[in-house]
């Protein structure tokens, strides 16, 4: 969790619609690729090989991958059974139900769609109240816990 206290809070500012709070497609990729190079060493292997099973996804995974991106949501959520009515998905059999599956462009378009609705994650939120980009949260939340590896690393020197 990233400690907004080093986020100046920006009253006069005028607040980012939530739209434009949320991770985009290429910002979650960026941070995906990063978490799988300290993951596996820069194997490109074992990268390539994690990246071409990340899609499709279970609604389970797709709503995790929503929150990773500031999209809060729940398969209860009102809204979200009102878009999968209204979206095309593909669904497979799973243990005799049928299950929808989500790929890339269907959890972009979930997330564009449902922001709107004010459906922040506590850190989107966070980010949206000191006028940066949940993204831009992010990334300075791990650039600080690198900082606290290093210094960690430092003082057992």
């Given at each position: 969790?990233?400690?907004?206290?080093?986020?100046?809070?920006?009253?006069?500012?005028?607040?980012?619609?939530?739209?434009?709070?949320?991770?985009?497609?290429?910002?979650?990729?960026?941070?995906?690729?990063?978490?799988?190079?300290?993951?596996?060493?820069?194997?490109?292997?074992?990268?390539?090989?994690?990246?071409?099973?990340?899609?499709?996804?279970?609604?389970d995974?797709?709503?995790?991958?929503?929150?990773?991106?500031?999209?809060?949501?729940?398969?209860?959520?009102?809204?979200?059974?009102?878009?999968?009515?209204?979206?095309?998905?593909?669904?497979?059999?799973?243990?005799?139900?049928?299950?929808?599956?989500?790929?890339?462009?269907?959890?972009?378009?979930?997330?564009?769609?449902?922001?709107?609705?004010?459906?922040?994650?506590?850190?989107?939120?966070?980010?949206?109240?000191?006028?940066?980009?949940?993204?831009?949260?992010e990334?300075?939340?791990?650039?600080?816990?690198?900082?606290l590896?290093?210094?960690?690393?430092?003082?057992?020197?």
């Amino acid at each position: 969790m990233l400690h907004y206290q080093e986020i100046p809070p920006q009253p006069d500012a005028e607040l980012p619609y939530a739209e434009d709070v949320v991770m985009t497609r290429e910002q979650f990729d960026e941070l995906y690729l990063d978490d799988l190079g300290k993951i596996y060493g820069g194997d490109i292997d074992a990268m390539a090989k994690a990246i071409e099973k990340r899609y499709p996804k279970s609604l389970d995974a797709a709503l995790l991958e929503c929150r990773a991106r500031g999209v809060e949501l729940t398969a209860e959520c009102r809204a979200l059974e009102l878009w999968m009515e209204r979206a095309e998905l593909i669904c497979i059999e799973i243990n005799g139900e049928m299950a929808p599956m989500f790929f890339a462009s269907e959890i972009d378009a979930m997330v564009a769609d449902l922001a709107h609705v004010r459906r922040l994650t506590g850190g989107a939120l966070r980010a949206r109240m000191a006028g940066i980009t949940f993204f831009e949260a992010e990334r300075r939340y791990r650039e600080h816990q690198v900082r606290l590896a290093q210094a960690e690393a430092d003082a057992t020197q």
